[in-house]
């Protein structure tokens, strides 16, 4: 018994020392860009304004460059099949790795199609550190099968959910937590990556006009609920398109205020995320803190009132 009880303390006591270690660690202010660029049919041409993009962001001081979804050829069925590959071995994979590393900056990839067979796709997005080490990857969980004024949308034809929360643990940043797109419209993804102490979550998106003030709100709603900084990253408008997006990417605060916004053409806008202002919100406001857990359930509503 009494072993048991020192093991536990033990193990207690680690944990404890772990959390506030992990707690206070500090995190310099970074510089975040936000790549909003035009679709070509052609990956080619696509990887050549990404480079561009990254080699442009690096110039300006970035330390992490994001990109939208879908951002290395369109999307639509056809384009998606063809274009698609497996991850890690395929070339999309080596050349956001070796965009990285040369420049020495982390790339969030937005998101490509991920092979699975002949027939069905993941929606996939990368994270790779400034080494160019993919360090983590993240399958679109929620599918867009939607049907809105005249827009019907059914992406499950194709895509295949994925199953895994994903959440990139790098040394500069912290914790990153990862949606996409749709993703952002489900507030337990953000509420579970708040809770694992991530200060930033990244959605790579394109999302649909009709609901265009669904995104505005949502990305301000999630940063004030989770007391992150909430980036949600798109592809430039282009009206030709099968699929024509929003674009206006946006960098929103901890506090729900907008840090960043481009409009609908190509752009690449910059934003500093410091965690200590974060810290401050989480101070003040102390939500992520006060949360009963042993409430949010009524199951046992009938027990408990007896
Ligand atoms: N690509 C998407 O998942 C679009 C989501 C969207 O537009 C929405 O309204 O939700």
Redesign the pocket.
Known sequence: MLLQKTNFSKKFTSFTKNFIRFTSQKFTPFKIAVCQLKISHEKKENFNKIKKAVEESKKNGADITVFG??CTCP?SRGSWLKNAEEIPRGETTEFFSNLAKQNNISIISGTFPEKEDEKKVY?TCCVFDDNGKLIAKHR?L???D?D?KQFR?H?SDLILPGQNLTIANTQKFGKIGIG??????FPQIAQIYAQHQCKLIVYP????????K??DL?LKVRAIDTQCFIVGASPARDEKAK?V??AHSQVVDPWGLVLLELDEKEGIGYAKIDYNYLEEIRQKIPVLNQKRDDVYCLEDLSKKQK
């Open positions: 979804e879908s999307f929606n679109k929620h599918l867009f939607v809105v949308y992406e996409i797109c749709y993703d952002l419209r998106s394109s999302w649909m006009r009709p609901t265009s669904h995104w949502l699929f997006c929003h």
